[in-house]
């Protein structure tokens, strides 16, 4: 069966630099594994997430030269991730935990990256109440995970082994104001899509071995493979991410660059071409190929 990837922003802004990296190494893969490419608007986040911004991600991707073999929207599979939470529920696997922000931060150690790693709290109160935990209070759902090391493969930093109970601890699934989280939208997704490699960047490189326990419990025994390429930096070295937010696609377009000139711009700031010269989306391809 043929492999398949995907590309899968978030609707809440228009995509920007950062954003165009991600998909020439997404779509530099499908050309080198020859996988498929699935879009996948990772609208989880309903607070944020703007139809005209899903409408924009299309239209720029298409603009820019790129073409994909099937697409979906996040939003439309919510009562399947129902279906899945109450799955996860029937096997004691998911407790609430009404902890606030403040309480979180004051009571848990963080990890490197200032997250916290949850110590259970909750599931403490959860167990000894039993039935009776007060559910009128606001409160996230978090997954009961294993004490176990994850060992996985990266198909460009190599081999990792990393155990999330001690990296984040049991983590939301859901959130305080019901909504569902990133890292539990993204796993029900991958496996329902059935994508066999995700290609994505550095930044989320920390998520992947809780994401691989929680798609263990959701039923997939075999993980995809991982790819996390290299994120445009400045300088100073810190990610580009304010500077591009003011510098989207969508406003280059309307200055009336052209898809060569933003390729050739991504191609130079990531240190893959020598000059902000344009480049076409072949060409562009093909470079990262040759990195991959
Ligand atoms: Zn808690």
């Known amino acids: ?39 996948r608007i990772e609208d989880h986040d309903q607070e944020r997430a703007r139809p005209k911004h899903i409408a924009a991600i299309r ?47 004051a009571e848990n150690p963080k990890n490197e990256y200032g997250e916290v790693i949850y110590q259970g709290k909750c599931l403490s109160k959860f167990k000894a109440l039993n039935s009776d935990f007060d559910l009128s209070k606001p409160h996230s759902l978090r997954i009961h995970i294993p004490d176990k090391v994850i060992q996985w493969h990266d198909l460009r930093m190599g081999d990792f082994a990393e155990n999330p ?9 859901r959130d305080r104001i019901g909504q569902w989280t990133y890292q539990f939208a993204v796993c029900a997704d991958d496996i329902d899509e059935q994508i ?19 798609m263990e419990l959701l ?30 696609i969508r406003q280059d377009r309307e ?20 000059s902000p010269s344009p480049t076409d989306l072949n060409r562009a391809l093909d470079l990262i190929c040759r990195t991959l």
């Open 255 to 274: 200055a009336g660059a052209t898809p060569q000139e933003l390729l050739g711009r991504v191609l130079f700031h990531a240190g893959l071409q020598d």
């Open 219 to 248: 039923g997939r025994t075999e993980p995809p493979m991982y790819l996390h390429h290299p994120l445009i930096v400045d300088t100073a070295g810190k990610k580009l991410s304010k500077r591009e937010k003011a510098h989207s």
């Open 59 to 105: 239209e720029d991707l298409q603009w820019l030269g790129f073409s994909w073999q099937s697409e979906s929207v996040q939003s439309d599979h919510f009562n399947r991730f129902e279906t899945r939470l109450k799955k996860l529920q029937d096997q004691g696997l998911v407790y609430p935990c009404c902890c606030s922000r403040k309480e979180l931060d």
């Open 196 to 214: 066999t490699h995700v290609i994505r960047g550095e930044d989320i490189r920390n998520s992947t071995a809780r994401q691989i326990a929680l």
């Open 165 to 173: 109970k001690l990296q984040c601890g049991d983590f939301p699934i």
């Open 1 to 39: 069966m043929k492999g398949k990837t995907r590309f899968a922003p978030s609707p809440t802004g228009y995509l920007h630099e950062g954003h165009l990296l991600s998909a020439l190494y997404v779509w530099a893969a499908a050309k080198k594994w020859d996988l498929d490419v699935h879009l």
